[in-house]
């Protein structure tokens, strides 16, 4: 792998979110008899592949691969972006724990994810260290989401948003080049201090295909693709 890969999370405020994110598309850099399939490519081959193609054409910072070579990853794989400082990546699952599951860049940023639904990131900055809020897909009309930081004294701040949930209707979208039916379910929330409107696209069996889900107000929202579901 290339250097940029090594670099820690700690770096991500300066350095670009796909340095940190030419994402471990297998388990391991190079191929191996546990890798091949029944062709006998190496999965090792497409993570290379789609590893040279996760940073845009300057460096900046943005996923480049194909839909197909995202497609065509062996493990499950999200895509992030975040519009606010324009930058997406690709991460993989790295754990199942109670309360969700976490993906991570290869740098070691993570989102944990509860149904689709993000609940936690780390090693961005101006993280969101936890949320309560009801789970979107069931919850309907009036709600609260309280979104928790850390402030400038390094205690958790509590930011409360007040929410109208509700199912916009069935809307298809596309997502690394395949076209999913879904029901759009908007969320839209206020405090004194912002406002904003979540959207999640979300099949018949629950799953959350694609969403967009404000974090902090220094991030701004997040745009989530899940490749494999």
Same mark, same amino acid.
Request: net charge negative.
């Given at each position: 792998m290339g250097t940029g890969v090594a670099m820690?999370?700690?770096?991500?405020?300066?350095? *670009?979110?796909?340095?940190?994110? @030419?994402? @471990?598309?297998?388990?391991?850099?190079?191929?191996g008899?546990?890798?091949?399939?029944?062709?006998?490519? &190496?999965?090792?081959?497409?993570? !290379? @592949?789609v590893r040279s193609l996760i940073t845009g054409r300057d460096g900046g910072g943005r996923v480049t691969a194909t839909a197909e070579q995202l497609r065509n990853n062996p493990d499950p794989l999200i895509v992030v972006a975040i519009p606010k400082r324009d930058l997406s990546a690709g991460l993989t699952r790295q754990a199942v724990? *109670?309360?969700?599951? &976490?993906?991570?860049?290869?740098?070691? &940023?993570?989102?944990t994810l509860e149904n689709g639904q993000i609940r936690t990131t780390r090693g961005i900055g101006h993280d969101l260290m936890s949320v309560e809020a009801p789970d979107v897909r069931t919850a309907r009309g009036g709600t &609260?989401?309280?979104?928790?930081?850390?402030?400038g004294d390094e205690l958790p701040l509590r930011l409360r948003y007040f929410c109208?949930?509700?199912? @916009?209707? *069935?809307?298809?979208v596309t997502v690394a080049g395949v076209s999913y039916p879904t029901r759009l379910i908007t969320e839209r929330c206020r !405090?004194?201090?912002?406002?904003?409107?979540?959207?999640?696209?979300?099949? !018949?069996?629950?799953?959350?295909?694609? !969403?967009?889900?404000?974090?902090t107000p220094e991030?701004? *929202?997040?745009?989530?693709?899940?490749i494999h579901g």
């Open positions: 820690n999370a700690r770096n991500w405020r300066t350095a *670009p979110w796909a340095a940190l994110a @030419a994402v @471990a598309l297998v388990a391991g850099c190079g191929g008899p546990g890798n091949e399939n029944g062709n006998g490519t &190496v999965y090792g081959e497409v993570g !290379s @592949a724990i *109670p309360g969700g599951e &976490v993906w991570a860049t290869q740098g070691g &940023v993570t989102v &609260v989401r309280d979104h928790y930081q850390l402030g109208e949930i509700a199912d @916009a209707g *069935p809307q298809r !405090s004194d201090a912002a406002a904003f409107e979540n959207r999640y696209w979300v099949q !018949s069996n629950g799953l959350i295909r694609k !969403s967009v889900q404000f974090v991030l701004g *929202p997040f745009e989530i693709e899940d």
